[in-house]
């Protein structure tokens, strides 16, 4: 094997290693905080429901989201790979996943009163500030 050729090799595998450690690098994105929790209304769960956080400078940070599982519980993304909320104050509202093929995933009273009362980003009353990692995180829509 020549010299070049190991150089390559060499320099290949530098650059290979390098890329493996950015992209396993969470400081390569945004800083965010993990949010994961349950989402209630009257103290039950609700399943199936979308939550968005959507950060008041959208100029910086965009929205996250997570759809929740069927004991109401979530793990916000900002990205398909990267966990977490923006910081500071986020307006937090629901959407029915269904809505976008027109469907609806549930008829339910608390799931519909849910939507109606939080569906809205511009008129959804729940506002959280995030400054730090919120695991187990209790979402009450009442």
């Known amino acids: 094997m020549s010299n070049k050729n190991l150089v390559s090799i060499?320099?290949?595998?530098?650059?290979?290693?390098?890329?493996?450690?950015v992209g396993c690098n969470k400081s390569s994105g945004p800083d965010t905080y993990e949010v994961s929790g349950t989402l209630t209304h009257n103290g039950e769960p609700i399943a199936q429901m979308e939550v968005i956080f959507l950060p008041e400078d959208t100029g910086l940070y965009r929205e996250s989201l997570a759809i929740t599982d069927a004991e109401g519980k979530f793990t916000m993304m900002y990205t398909n790979k990267l966990e977490g909320v923006a910081p500071g104050s986020n307006t937090v509202y629901v959407r029915d996943p269904a809505s976008i093929n027109g469907d609806q995933t549930s008829t339910e009273a608390s799931y519909v009163a849910v939507l109606e009362k939080y569906g809205d980003p511009a008129t959804s009353p729940m506002?959280?500030?995030?400054?730090?990692?919120?695991?187990?995180?209790?979402?009450?829509l009442d």
Do not use: N
């Not at 530098?14 to 493996?20: D, F, G, P, R």
């Open 127 to 140: 506002k959280v500030t995030i400054e730090d990692d919120q695991v187990e995180y209790e979402l009450k």
């Open 10 to 21: 060499v320099l290949v595998c530098v650059v290979l290693s390098a890329m493996s450690v």
